[in-house]
Each structure stands twice: as structure tokens, then as C-alpha cells.
T-cell receptor, first 114, second 110 residues
Framework: EAGVTQFPSHSVIEKGQTVTLRCDPISGHDNLYWYRRVMGKEIKFLLHFVKESKQDESGMPNNRFLAERTGGTYSTLKVQPAELEDSGVYFC????????????FGPGTRLTVT | QKEVEQNSGPLSVPEGAIASLNCTYSDRGSQSFFWYRQYSGKSPELIMFIYSNGDKEDGRFTAQLNKASQYVSLLIRDSQPSDSATYLCAVNVGGNMLTFGGGTRLMVKP
């Protein structure tokens, strides 16, 4: 069974540009999560989808970040316009059931904003 | 006070020894507890989870949970150089998001 996949693995963009990250969860996992780790900090929650619906987006830093999960399969996270402080590693995770079940992480996308 | 705290390390143990990794959390409502292993530049890999007070064993790994004292620990028996990694403690308070500690770097010396 394939794990969580993310694309691209690394992205370097200039301040003010737009970047879109993609996550494909484990097949059959209705729950999809986005997390971010900025340099020297802990991994922080961004948002949670159940199928195509946003269940919790309390961790989204501001309205420059837009997440979608059309059709309840893969998800995209768009940053527009990117700022320097958006640099970090963006992880996607998925789980079968909510409420405390283990979450399985993808390899992450390392975003560098220059 | 951070919600989930870990000693950043590095924790250095000789090959074959027991490595003990600790984690404390602040929210008494925390319900689920997870240990992830992360090699440099890689994704967090789930190695253990525990929901109830006491011990849970899986191979060389034992997770221990004490809700009254608000700590969770991970023991690695017969440590191997391949166990050298950063170990992340994650807590689910309610809802679904995980709150992570900063991680403890473990070094197992041959």
C-alpha cells in the first residue's frame, strides 16, 4: 500500500510569488492534515479535512494560505503571495478515522522563499 | 510553558543499552499519545501510540503513559546505531490535530 505522497519535494520561489503544494493521502483515508515546521520550531498543525470538507483550519496563519480538497481525494495548499516567513517544511498526513487515530506523514515539501 | 515538552538532547547511549526518552504535556484533557521517529531530512515515522495509563510494548519499543503526572516516555531496548534519529512526541488533546514537542535527538554509539 502506497504511503502519503507530496509534490514537489522542494520548491524555491521569490517573495511575492505563488506556490501550490500537493498531497495525496493513503488510499481510503478520509482524513487529511497539513502541518508545517519552520526552522528551529516544532511541527505545527495547519488544518484538517474530512473528505472534501474543512473540519478545522484553526492553524492557518493568514489568508495568504488556501487549502482545497476537491472530490475528497488529493489536497492542495496554495500560498499567495509568499513571504519570507513562509519558508519551512510542509507536511501532509492522513488517517482512517478521526478522534485520536494515528496519523501517517508524507515526506514533506521544503519551501524556500527568497 | 510549551504544551508538549521534550529535552532536545542529544541523548547519547552505547549500542545495546536502553534509551529512555521523556515527554511532558500540559493539557490534562490529552487523550492520545504518539511517538514518531524522524531521520534527518525525512518524514516523521510513527513507531508507537498509547491511549491508556501503563505500558505498551512492541518489539524493542515500550511506551509508558502516566496521565496523573502528565508524562509519556519511550524506552528503546538493545539500542542500535540505526536508532539514531530525532524522536518526536505528539499529543492529541481533543479534536484531531496533533501537538508536537520539539523532539529529542538520540545518538547510539557503536
Amino acid at each position: 500500500e502506497a504511503g502519503v505522497t507530496q509534490f514537489p519535494s522542494h520548491s524555491v520561489i521569490e517573495k511575492g510569488q505563488t506556490v501550490t503544494l500537493r498531497c495525496d493521502p493513503i488510499s481510503g483515508h478520509d482524513n487529511l492534515y497539513w502541518y508545517r515546521r519552520v526552522m528551529g520550531k516544532e511541527i505545527k498543525f495547519l488544518l484538517h479535512f474530512v473528505k472534501e470538507s474543512k473540519q478545522d483550519e484553526s492553524g492557518m496563519p493568514n489568508n495568504r494560505f488556501l487549502a482545497e480538497r476537491t472530490g475528497g481525494t488529493y489536497s492542495t495548499l496554495k500560498v499567495q503571495p509568499a513571504e519570507l516567513e513562509d519558508s519551512g517544511v510542509y507536511f501532509c498526513a492522513s488517517s482512517q478515522v478521526t478522534s485520536g487515530n494515528p496519523q501517517y506523514f508524507g515526506p514533506g515539501t521544503r519551501l524556500t522563499v527568497t | 510553558q510549551k504544551e508538549v515538552e521534550q529535552n532536545s538532547g542529544p541523548l547519547s547511549v552505547p549500542e545495546g543499552a536502553i534509551a529512555s526518552l521523556n515527554c511532558t504535556y500540559s493539557d490534562r484533557g490529552s487523550q492520545s499519545f504518539f511517538w514518531y521517529r524522524q531521520y534527518s531530512g525525512k518524514s516523521p515515522e510513527l513507531i508507537m501510540f498509547i491511549y491508556s495509563n501503563g505500558d505498551k510494548e512492541d518489539g524493542r519499543f515500550t511506551a509508558q503513559l502516566n496521565k496523573a503526572s502528565q508524562y509519556v516516555s519511550l524506552l528503546i531496548r538493545d539500542s542500535q546505531p540505526s536508532d539514531s534519529a530525532t524522536y518526536l512526541c505528539a499529543v492529541n488533546v481533543g479534536g484531531n490535530m496533533l501537538t508536537f514537542g520539539g523532539g529529542t535527538r538520540l545518538m547510539v554509539k557503536p
